[in-house]
Structures are given as structure tokens and as C-alpha cells.
């Protein structure tokens, strides 16, 4: 498999699951400005989104949206447990958070990377994505991870997010939780091995 990225974006997800599941893979680093490959590859020839992530297949084909892509990893290797198995109702539990986290959080960012959004959108987003991190903190409240006690593929996507409150110098301190739930995701071996290898972390 492998996966197109770029450093610190939604992409880190699906790194940190892939490095989660021990699966061998390589990776392929995408500038999102440009839309060109590390290879010189114009992007939108391989993935006509035109965004990451995407993963290559070893079978052939190409899987996009991150909600998709992490479980598509993580039952690759169940006894990993990084998603629970299809029709349980702890599968459909970790789908509802991974479908808040792209719709809800993810997706009412993607305005505030934008230069020329005026800023009273920004105002507006910025209290949106609060009131979800503070429902998330509730959730925190009750046990270390989204699902409970242990770490499954949700709290990449969780972590991948949160990571852009500290790029935009968002002020973190309303969710103590959240960051606290941040540290204990990057204090994963997995996790670490996919910030250096997206070179952020020393
Ligand atoms: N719906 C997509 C959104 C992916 C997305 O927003 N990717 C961003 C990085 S976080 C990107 O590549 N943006 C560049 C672009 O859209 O050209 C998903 O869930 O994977």
C-alpha cells in the first residue's frame, strides 16, 4: 500500500493507523499548494480530488475520505482491535465519532486555513469548533479514549484535528481534556514513528 500525505494534514490519521497496524507500506508526500507529488507527479492524475488522504492498494485502485480509509486499514488486522467488528454496535459507535470528526470538526476548520475568509466566518467557526470540543470533553470526562478505555482509530483522527489548534494558535486551555487525550495519543510508539517520519518532531 501506499499512502499519499501531507505533513500535519487529515492524512495523519491514516499514517498513524497504518503505523497502528504494522502493515508494510510506503509513503508518498503531496504538496497541497501545488497539487504535485514528491515525484514531480501532478496529484490530480492519481487522486482527482485532488486531496489527501489517499491510499494506493496493493490490490489496485485507490480509497479516499479518512473515515473510510482508517477503517478500511484497521480491519485488515482485527486483532489489533482499532475498530470493532462490522454490525456491532461498537462498530456503529466509532463510525458516529468518525463521521463528527469529519463533519463537524475536520470539515468547520477547513475555513480558517484559508487566507481569504472574512473574519467574522472565522468568529463563527471558531465557536462552532468549540462547542464540539467541549461535547468531546464531556466525552473525555468519562474514560481516557472516544470509546472507552482503550485507543482505536477514531483517537488518530481525534488527535490529527486537535494538532491544528496549536498550527493556528488557537487557544487550547477551554479542553484540558482534549489535550490531555492528545498527549496520551502521541506517547504511542506508533504515533510517534508517524510524526518523525512527517518530520514533526525532532
Ligand atoms: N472529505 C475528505 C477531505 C480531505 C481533506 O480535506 N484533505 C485536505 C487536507 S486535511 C486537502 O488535501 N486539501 C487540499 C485540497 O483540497 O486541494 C476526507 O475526508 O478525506
Same mark, same amino acid.
Given at each position: #500500500?501506499?499512502?499519499?500525505?501531507?505533513?500535519?494534514?487529515?492524512? +495523519?490519521? %491514516?499514517?498513524?493507523?497504518?503505523?497502528?497496524?504494522?502493515?508494510?507500506?510506503?509513503?508518498?508526500?503531496?504538496?497541497?499548494?501545488?497539487?504535485?507529488? =514528491?515525484?514531480?507527479?501532478?496529484?490530480?492524475?492519481?487522486?482527482?480530488?485532488?486531496?489527501?488522504?489517499?491510499? &494506493?492498494?496493493?490490490?489496485?485502485?485507490?480509497?479516499?475520505? $479518512?473515515?473510510?480509509?482508517?477503517?478500511?486499514? @484497521?480491519?485488515?488486522?482485527?486483532?489489533?482491535?482499532? #475498530? %470493532?467488528?462490522?454490525?456491532? +454496535?461498537?462498530?456503529?459507535? /466509532?463510525? =458516529?465519532?468518525?463521521?463528527?470528526?469529519?463533519?463537524?470538526?475536520?470539515?468547520?476548520? @477547513?475555513?480558517?486555513?484559508?487566507?481569504?475568509?472574512? %473574519?467574522?466566518?472565522?468568529? /463563527? /467557526?471558531?465557536?462552532?469548533?468549540?462547542?464540539?470540543?467541549?461535547?468531546?470533553?464531556?466525552? +473525555?470526562?468519562?474514560?481516557?479514549?472516544?470509546?472507552?478505555?482503550?485507543?482505536?482509530?477514531?483517537?488518530?483522527? +481525534?488527535?490529527?484535528?486537535?494538532?491544528?489548534?496549536?498550527?493556528?494558535?488557537?487557544? &487550547?486551555?477551554?479542553?484540558?481534556? $482534549?489535550?490531555?487525550? &492528545?498527549?496520551?495519543?502521541?506517547?504511542?510508539?506508533?504515533?510517534?514513528?508517524?510524526?518523525?517520519? =512527517?518530520?514533526?518532531?525532532?
Amino acid at each position: #500500500m501506499k499512502l499519499f500525505f501531507a505533513p500535519g494534514a487529515c492524512s +495523519l490519521a %491514516a499514517h498513524i493507523v497504518l503505523e497502528e497496524t504494522g502493515l508494510p507500506h510506503t509513503l508518498e508526500r503531496v504538496d497541497l499548494a501545488t497539487h504535485k507529488t =514528491e515525484h514531480g507527479e501532478d496529484f490530480t492524475k492519481i487522486n482527482p480530488k485532488g486531496y489527501v488522504p489517499a491510499l &494506493a492498494l496493493d490490490r489496485g485502485g485507490l480509497l479516499t475520505e $479518512v473515515g473510510v480509509v482508517l477503517q478500511y486499514l @484497521s480491519d485488515q488486522v482485527p486483532d489489533r482491535r482499532l #475498530m %470493532a467488528p462490522a454490525g456491532t +454496535l461498537e462498530r456503529y459507535r /466509532q463510525m =458516529e465519532w468518525l463521521s463528527f470528526i469529519s463533519t463537524e470538526l475536520h470539515k468547520q476548520f @477547513s475555513p480558517l486555513f484559508r487566507p481569504d475568509t472574512p %473574519a467574522d466566518i472565522k468568529e /463563527q /467557526q471558531l465557536k462552532r469548533i468549540g462547542q464540539r470540543f467541549d461535547f468531546i470533553s464531556e466525552t +473525555l470526562a468519562r474514560h481516557p479514549y472516544l470509546g472507552g478505555a482503550e485507543f482505536t482509530a477514531p483517537d488518530a483522527y +481525534l488527535f490529527t484535528v486537535f494538532g491544528w489548534v496549536g498550527y493556528l494558535k488557537i487557544d &487550547a486551555k477551554p479542553w484540558p481534556r $482534549v489535550s490531555e487525550h &492528545a498527549e496520551r495519543v502521541a506517547a504511542r510508539p506508533a504515533v510517534q514513528r508517524a510524526l518523525k517520519s =512527517e518530520g514533526l518532531l525532532k
